[in-house]
């Protein structure tokens, strides 16, 4: 893993999450869209470990850190939210409607859960290592169709990588109030999944815990489940003001940054030369989408 990457490739999905906010408030986009500022843990470890080239990846509506690394271009992402041609979605889809070779994402929350499932059903009878991987939040974790897939890819043994981000929120509904346990492993491992648990707090076990699970998917052709800790920092989407959060939780991510986990282990003078990197090409990007 090449730490100075992925600060590079974390700072480039908040810088670009920061600037897609600006953009709403200069009347620039219109409708909405769901930021992850804070999640761009998974989405830059993930660019390193499945290429949609061969791995089927879906997610869901707070996608656009995975939609700006499987693309590798950020002109495809924000011109896809300002309904240009050569956006994603050729601009018909908005943020929450992407697809980019094997990558796919959709509104519903947890709804690339079965297609993902059948994606996984499909490469385990091609001769291949090819995985399929699905994101979504705590919200999804309640959802039917998501717990028959949980069922589906154990007992028929798919090679399907299930991550879980828990943000502790689905919309303003805190994750302990809607739930009967205090943690989902023994809902997971109550359907006999593999089952870890990493915090985004520490980059390097973030890192690691999601290459073993790639890697175990890989190999044992069967699935395995992740669950992420992590925090947002913006709204659940651009008009929410994140009254419901409390300020101590804030704090701790604020102290507990992903991007401040893998910074601290570079000198300043590398931070400060990706970090000027970053702002150009967010700009170059920004300019690219206003005038075509
Ligand atoms: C089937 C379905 N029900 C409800 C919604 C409305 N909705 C959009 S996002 C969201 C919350 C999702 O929370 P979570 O899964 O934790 O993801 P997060 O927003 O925290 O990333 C809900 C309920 C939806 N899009 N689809
Ligand atoms: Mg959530």
């Given at each position: 893993m090449d730490r100075k990457e992925m600060l590079y490739k974390?700072?480039?999905?908040?810088?670009?999450?920061?600037?897609?906010?600006?953009?709403?408030?200069?009347?620039?986009?219109?409708?909405?869209?769901?930021?992850?500022?804070g999640e761009e843990g998974v989405p830059a470890v993930l660019s390193d470990l499945i290429d949609v080239s061969r791995d089927y990846l879906g997610s869901g509506h707070r996608a656009h850190g995975l939609s700006i690394m499987m693309t590798g271009r950020p002109e495809m992402l924000l011109g896809e939210i300002m309904g240009k041609s050569f956006g994603m979605a050729r601009?018909?889809?908005?943020?929450?409607?992407?697809?980019?070779?094997?990558?796919?994402?959709?509104?519903?929350?947890?709804?690339?859960?079965?297609?993902?499932?059948?994606?996984?059903?499909?490469?385990?009878h091609e001769n291949t290592d090819a995985i399929a991987c699905v994101v979504f939040g705590d919200g999804a974790m309640n959802e039917g169709y998501v717990l028959e897939s949980f069922n589906l890819v154990r007992e028929m043994e798919l090679p399907v990588l299930i991550i879980l981000e828990n943000n502790g929120y689905a919309m303003s509904t805190p994750v302990e109030t809607v739930n009967p346990y205090s943690s989902f492993e023994d809902r997971v491992k109550g359907f006999g999944l593999p089952y870890s648990q990493v915090s985004a707090a520490d980059f390097d076990s973030l890192y690691n815990t999601l290459k073993t699970a790639v890697v175990k998917v890989r190999t044992s052709r069967g699935p395995q489940f992740v669950e992420v800790l992590t925090h947002r920092f913006c709204g659940h989407s651009k008009s929410d003001k994140r009254h419901y959060i409390p300020a101590e939780r804030d704090e701790y991510w604020h102290e507990h940054d992903t991007i401040r986990s893998v910074a601290s282990k570079l000198s300043e003078a590398e931070v400060a030369e990706i970090t000027a990197k970053v702002e150009a090409r967010v700009e170059e990007c920004c300019q690219y989408c206003i005038n075509n």
């Amino acid at each position: 893993m090449d730490r100075k990457e992925m600060l590079y490739k974390m700072l480039l999905i908040r810088k670009m999450e920061q600037k897609i906010e600006s953009l709403f408030s200069r009347g620039l986009l219109r409708g909405t869209t769901h930021c992850c500022i804070g999640e761009e843990g998974v989405p830059a470890v993930l660019s390193d470990l499945i290429d949609v080239s061969r791995d089927y990846l879906g997610s869901g509506h707070r996608a656009h850190g995975l939609s700006i690394m499987m693309t590798g271009r950020p002109e495809m992402l924000l011109g896809e939210i300002m309904g240009k041609s050569f956006g994603m979605a050729r601009g018909l889809g908005g943020s929450q409607h992407v697809y980019y070779k094997n990558y796919f994402t959709n509104g519903i929350t947890g709804g690339m859960t079965p297609v993902m499932a059948g994606a996984g059903f499909a490469l385990k009878h091609e001769n291949t290592d090819a995985i399929a991987c699905v994101v979504f939040g705590d919200g999804a974790m309640n959802e039917g169709y998501v717990l028959e897939s949980f069922n589906l890819v154990r007992e028929m043994e798919l090679p399907v990588l299930i991550i879980l981000e828990n943000n502790g929120y689905a919309m303003s509904t805190p994750v302990e109030t809607v739930n009967p346990y205090s943690s989902f492993e023994d809902r997971v491992k109550g359907f006999g999944l593999p089952y870890s648990q990493v915090s985004a707090a520490d980059f390097d076990s973030l890192y690691n815990t999601l290459k073993t699970a790639v890697v175990k998917v890989r190999t044992s052709r069967g699935p395995q489940f992740v669950e992420v800790l992590t925090h947002r920092f913006c709204g659940h989407s651009k008009s929410d003001k994140r009254h419901y959060i409390p300020a101590e939780r804030d704090e701790y991510w604020h102290e507990h940054d992903t991007i401040r986990s893998v910074a601290s282990k570079l000198s300043e003078a590398e931070v400060a030369e990706i970090t000027a990197k970053v702002e150009a090409r967010v700009e170059e990007c920004c300019q690219y989408c206003i005038n075509n």
